[in-house]
Structures are given as C-alpha cells and as structure tokens.
C-alpha cells in the first residue's frame, strides 16, 4: 500500500468536515549518472530540480526517488530492477542507454536489457516514463538509426509513455539536434550544468506530471 505524505483521514471538528489530503506517488527514477546528478551538488542534480519543479507546480504529492547509478548501463538497471520498484513505487521512470552509447553496445543488447526492464515493470502493475538517448553518430548511420530508434519502438510496443531525448533541451541549436550547447554542459562535455538540467527539467517535467496523473486514474 502507498504511503501518505501526511495522514489522509477526513476529520468532523466543530461541525466542519476536513477534506482527505491526497495520496502520496512515489515514482523511481532509474538511470545513470545524468539521473544520480554527477558532478553537481546535491540540489542541483537532475531529481532535486524535478521535485522542486513539481512542488513549485502543485504537484506536492509527488515525490520522485533517486534511482540513479553512475556508470550504469541498460544491463545493469535491469539486474537491479527488481529491488527498485519496491513495494511502495507507483511508477518509474527509465532513463538509460547513454553508457550503452558510449562503449558501443550492440543497440539489439540494449533493447532486449530495456525491454526486461518494462517487462518488470508491467508485470507490477508500474506505469513508465521511458527517456529516450541519441547516439552521437560517431558508430555510423546503422548504429545510430537501430539506437535512437529502439526508445520509440518499445514505447510503442509496452504502450507506455517517452520522453524522446534527455539531452534535446541542452543542444545547441533551437531545433533540439546536433551538438550539445558547452555553456549548458560540464567541462567533460557529457553530463548538464546546473542551467542545463533545469531545462531539461522544464522539459521533461510536464511528462512525470502526466505519469502521476496516469498513477491516479489507475488506482
């Protein structure tokens, strides 16, 4: 059973009933270091910003867990996604593949490890938010094309939710494609400055509240 961010009971006092206050979501954000907010002080990683944003929204009763793991990779979120969604998630939020990318993984290995990963998923009843990557292109045209296009492909497959590119709100030019803009990135070049990750919070932010909203129509 969920657990409630204060308790939920309707109390009569003095002739005025209290409303029930709403049911907390807890949504966990599985991914990698653009998830767990390397290089960043705390709040300023990627899920801190996205709960603020969603507090700052009204959407106070959402809360999303860090579920990021530096270096992780499509095979390593699915060996630890059965201890992830534990008994208390409602959803969850996929966000891998970028280690994937850049240790040149066969794209058909990564998409079986992220189809295991909705299958968990669906098999518990969770709704996803799958966040989709790019490839650089540096593999060439066939990597890139099977790459970017096993995101939508499962989205469609699993009927669940994508958020097509976790770094098109950080890229340079205004269409969201090519090179990622260097003052919205680190000095590595691969991971979101603060002023960065707010955009892609901006982004991404109405998708998590759409989940949630997904989370309450289901219960």
Known sequence: MRTLRQFGLALCFGGVALPALAEEIRIAALGDSLTQGYGLVPEDGLVPQLQRWLDEKGHDDIVIVNAGVS????????????????????GVIVALGGNDMLRGIDPAVSRANLAGILDAAQNG??????????SAGNYGPDYKAAFDGMYPALADAYGVRLFPSLL???AASR???????????????THPNSAGVALIV????????????????GS
């Not at 990622?180 to 990135?185: F, I, N, Y």
């Not at 901006?202 to 129509?217: K, M, S, T, W, Y």
């Open 71 to 90: 270096g992780d990779t499509t095979a390593g979120g699915l060996a630890r996604i059965a201890w992830t969604l534990g008994p208390d998630t409602d």
């Open 125 to 134: 009843g969770l709704p996803v938010l799958l966040v989709g990557m790019e």
């Open 168 to 170: 098109r709100p950080v």
């Open 175 to 189: 269409d969201g494609v090519g090179p990622l803009d260097p003052s919205l990135m680190q000095s590595d070049g």
């Open 202 to 217: 901006e982004a991404l932010g109405p998708d998590v509240a759409g989940l949630a909203e997904e989370i309450r129509n």
